[in-house]
């Protein structure tokens, strides 16, 4: 049997720790300078970190270091990670975890702007941006992430928007115990982060490609071959010239499409194809499983 060839395959580990190492150093500067001198909650685990250090220091006057409370935190998500989700793919996660942790307490605070709303925005974009990061190296930045892969790969569908939602419950806390003010505006960074992953990390969207072609033979060779995903061949006439065509219908992860396409292109530029959004799908989807 021939090996196939993912689009998509698994970083070299060389990679994935650079990519690491710059995520989990973005994300530790951006909760440093926009989160907590705006006094947001993030949401997730390091909300949930942030926001028992927050209570202790005021109802306790006790000060907790970051390190330690995040990485007890995340030992459930990370043994689950580590027995469902992929031995290499915990690892990773863990020196994510471990990074952002101690460069969380490491870095001075640095203040950009004042402006909570500000903070809020921009706060929200760099923290999606650095997760997506993380996520491009095959891991997460722990906690609630970890939650959304396992479901997503369970399911086989964006999980975000849902991680989203249960966030609320925390900065609903949040709101209660230090004000509501700042919980809404955390609500706010919560939505852009949540949005700039959904946009950069399309792993588990699907489309649906229909592609008109008198290459059928070629050009499913490349959908075999590049997706490891299958095809439909539906006969159809052109209209206008009267000629027999060839649709080719296929449903592939979202973030395939732009590689995908232009292989299509590559090897018969008449086509003419059709990309559509899925929004769900009944049956079997190959995707590649975590290492």
Same mark, same amino acid.
């Given at each position: ?49 942030? /926001? ?7 109802? /306790? ?214 990309? /559509? ?15």
């Amino acid at each position: 049997m021939s090996r196939i060839t993912t689009i998509i395959p698994t970083p070299r580990p060389v990679k994935r720790v650079a990519l690491i190492v710059f995520a989990a150093a973005i994300f530790s500067v951006n909760l440093n300078s926009f989160v907590r001198m705006a006094g947001l909650f993030p949401g997730g685990f390091s909300g949930i970190s942030l /926001l028992i250090q927050r209570v202790a220091e005021r109802y /306790l006057a006790v000060r907790i270091p970051y390190a330690p409370l995040y990485l007890a935190l995340n030992a459930v998500p990370v043994y689950v990670s580590f027995r469902y989700i992929g031995r290499k793919f915990t690892l990773y996660t863990l020196l994510m975890v471990a990074l952002s942790s101690v460069l969380t307490d490491l870095v001075p605070d640095i203040t950009f702007t004042d402006d909570i709303l500000l903070c809020s925005v921009f706060g929200g974009i760099i923290n999606g941006f650095a997760i997506s990061c993380c996520l491009r190296a095959d891991a997460t930045s722990g906690g609630t992430d970890i939650i959304a892969i396992y479901f997503s790969e369970r399911k086989g569908t964006d999980m975000w928007n849902k991680i989203l939602l249960m966030n609320v419950c925390v900065l609903a806390i949040a709101g209660m115990l230090f004000g509501w003010e700042a919980s809404l505006y955390s609500i706010i960074f919560q939505f852009a982060s949540t949005q700039v992953l959904n946009l950069l990390y399309r792993r588990y969207q699907k489309v649906t490609m229909l592609i008109i072609t008198e290459k059928p033979d070629e050009l499913y060779d490349a959908v075999r071959t590049l997706t490891n995903h299958d095809a439909t061949v539906i006969d159809g006439t052109g209209c206008y010239s009267g000629a027999h065509k060839t649709i080719l219908y296929t449903v592939i992860s979202a973030d395939e499409s732009g590689a995908l396409t232009k292989e299509i292109k590559r090897r018969d530029p008449t086509a003419f194809v059709n990309i /559509l959004q899925s929004k769900g799908i009944l049956g079997r989807f190959f995707t590649r499983t975590k290492d």
